[in-house]
């Protein structure tokens, strides 16, 4: 996996065809999913075809999300998928506690794992999920579970608690999370503005339905030549003098900024 993927595509479980595509759309990660995607009758023809995909290794990481730990399928997908040699990660669905992360790092030692935060509950205590255990890799926002939670007619109201897992994101030490999907496939325009929305709220790349959205995707979070321009700057000048200073733009640098620089040279790489 890059350093900092930016895309994550999702493919249902129960059509392996449909994943056989996603695995070479380019995606950073291919999403396969148990939960949402998979209808009851098909849960368990869906994890039988993705335990046998995941027998080796594939040319992508791949991550699947299980279903929820309260339901009937969510143990037999851990079960079923935590052994497999190809399995990269598993995003844990609907979790609202730090007791089912420690739950689900002891029977996947080894596997990392991703948090989806759906309910209010989950974003109160965000921070405390996202500390749990340190093969917690990452959490993540499900918006339109939690937009019905909270009875909200569209994502206006969705800010505060966008930023509450960016912050709780970075008080735990994990990676920026990405965004949400945007659930409108064709309005490539819309999805380019909430990603630029998004980018500027701290988040880092976005999950995605369609392989259409991922070069939009991949646009809207990687540098433009004047944030190259600045990081190199930046990055100059701490190595010519350590500790804060200011720059003759007036901008000013402290061990935060260079970090900052030095991710952005990162992801200009993918240019």
Same mark, same amino acid.
């Given at each position: 996996?890059?350093?900092?993927?930016?895309?994550?595509?999702?493919?249902?479980?129960?059509?392996?065809?449909?994943?056989?595509?996603?695995?070479?759309?380019?995606?950073?990660?291919?999403?396969?999913?148990?939960?949402?995607?998979?209808?009851?009758?098909?849960? +368990?023809?869906?994890?039988?075809?993705?335990?046998?995909?995941?027998?080796?290794?594939?040319?992508?990481?791949?991550?699947?999300?299980?279903?929820?730990?309260?339901?009937?399928?969510?143990?037999?997908?851990?079960?079923?998928?935590?052994?497999?040699?190809?399995?990269?990660?598993?995003?844990?669905?609907?979790?609202?506690?730090?007791?089912?992360?420690?739950?689900?790092?002891?029977?996947?030692?080894?596997?990392?794992?991703?948090?989806?935060?759906?309910?209010?509950?989950?974003?109160?205590?965000?921070?405390?999920? +996202?500390?749990?255990?340190?093969?917690?890799?990452?959490?993540?926002?499900?918006?339109?579970?939690?937009?019905?939670?909270?009875?909200?007619?569209?994502?206006?109201?969705?800010?505060?608690?966008?930023?509450?897992?960016?912050?709780? +994101?970075?008080?735990?030490?994990?990676?920026?999370?990405?965004?949400?999907?945007?659930?409108?496939?064709?309005?490539?325009?819309?999805?380019? +503005?909430?990603?630029?929305?998004?980018?500027?709220?701290?988040?880092?790349?976005?999950?995605?339905?369609?392989?259409?959205?991922?070069?939009?995707?991949?646009?809207?979070?990687?540098?433009?030549?004047?944030?190259?321009?600045?990081?190199?700057?930046?990055?100059?000048?701490?190595?010519?003098?350590?500790?804060?200073?200011?720059?003759?733009?007036?901008?000013?640098?402290?061990?935060?900024?260079?970090?900052?620089?030095?991710?952005?040279?990162?992801?200009?790489?993918?240019?």
């Amino acid at each position: 996996m890059t350093a900092f993927p930016l895309t994550w595509l999702y493919a249902p479980g129960d059509r392996p065809h449909v994943v056989a595509k996603a695995l070479t759309s380019g995606a950073d990660v291919v999403v396969i999913d148990l939960e949402d995607a998979v209808a009851p009758d098909r849960k +368990a023809y869906a994890r039988g075809a993705t335990a046998d995909l995941l027998a080796s290794p594939p040319a992508v990481p791949v991550h699947v999300r299980v279903n929820a730990l309260d339901g009937p399928w969510g143990e037999q997908d851990i079960s079923a998928l935590a052994p497999a040699p190809g399995l990269s990660g598993l995003r844990l669905a609907k979790i609202t506690s730090p007791a089912e992360i420690t739950h689900v790092a002891r029977r996947a030692a080894r596997v990392d794992l991703y948090a989806l935060l759906e309910t209010a509950l989950a974003v109160e205590r965000a921070y405390a999920i +996202a500390s749990a255990h340190p093969n917690l890799r990452g959490i993540a926002l499900g918006e339109a579970d939690l937009q019905a939670d909270l009875g909200m007619r569209d994502d206006t109201g969705l800010d505060w608690p966008r930023s509450r897992l960016v912050v709780a +994101a970075r008080a735990a030490g994990l990676p920026p999370p990405p965004q949400s999907v945007h659930p409108d496939t064709r309005d490539l325009d819309g999805l380019a +503005a909430s990603c630029a929305h998004g980018r500027a709220l701290g988040f880092l790349g976005r999950a995605a339905i369609h392989p259409r959205q991922l070069p939009v995707i991949e646009r809207a979070f990687l540098p433009t030549e004047a944030d190259i321009e600045r990081a190199e700057t930046v990055l100059k000048a701490a190595a010519a003098e350590q500790g804060a200073q200011a720059l003759p733009d007036g901008r000013f640098v402290d061990a935060a900024v260079v970090t900052a620089a030095r991710r952005t040279l990162s992801l200009a790489r993918r240019r």
